[in-house]
């Protein structure tokens, strides 16, 4: 059984798809949209997230509009490649909190014939490129960006600002502690 699905993986080709924007622009949401068409399309999928996401659930994936998906979360990235065997698709959110080594597993999952879907922010609350984001963004083959609703104009969003002065990198938080913003409301709070 084990070969013959190897041998399948194998020759099916795998890809990397990235999924960015700013806090509630819906990228857990099309991370769950995706993950559940590959489900109907009864194929095996399995869900990765950070271990320190606890805002929603422990064990589950969950979207500011409450969807939810069944998830295995992760110290690092490596366990994602230990934990990914005989599956189709890999599914991973919040892919910002992961270490730099997280664009090599999904090389290694891709080049193994499988689809790998990855979401997270692309900026951090400065501004800035997150984690291992840009290195994804960089040599992923599809790469879909999100937008919110700036809550000061009401135009297109892609950053998300930090309400609170805390200057920590990683602040779990929800509309309490963020807002997104477009550029130019960002850059006037700034």
Not at 16 to 29: D, H, L, R
Not at 119 to 133: R, S, T
Not at 144 to 150: G, S
């Amino acid at each position: 059984m084990f070969l013959e699905n190897k041998a399948n993986r194998d020759s099916q080709k795998g890809w990397i798809e990235v999924i960015v924007g700013s806090m509630f622009s819906g990228k857990t949401e099309e991370l769950l949209r995706r993950l559940k068409r590959a489900k109907i399309a009864k194929q095996k999928v399995e869900i990765f997230k950070p271990m320190v996401d606890v805002r929603y659930s422990d064990t589950e994936v969950v979207s500011h509009d409450s969807n939810a998906i069944t998830s295995t979360p992760v110290e690092s990235s490596g366990n994602i490649l230990l934990l990914s065997s005989n599956v189709n698709v890999v599914g991973i959110d919040e892919a910002q909190f992961f270490d730099g080594g997280l664009a090599d597993v999904c090389h290694q999952l891709a080049s193994q014939g499988i689809r790998v879907i990855v979401a997270g922010l692309d900026m951090d609350f400065k501004g800035k490129p997150f984690g291992p984001i840009p290195s994804l963004l960089a040599t992923a083959e599809y790469v879909t960006k999100v937008h919110a609703i700036c809550m000061r104009c009401g135009d297109l969003a892609h950053f998300s600002h930090r309400l609170s002065d805390n200057e920590k990198l990683v602040l779990l938080g929800e509309k309490s502690e963020y807002e997104p913003l477009c550029r130019a409301c960002f850059t006037k709070v700034n």
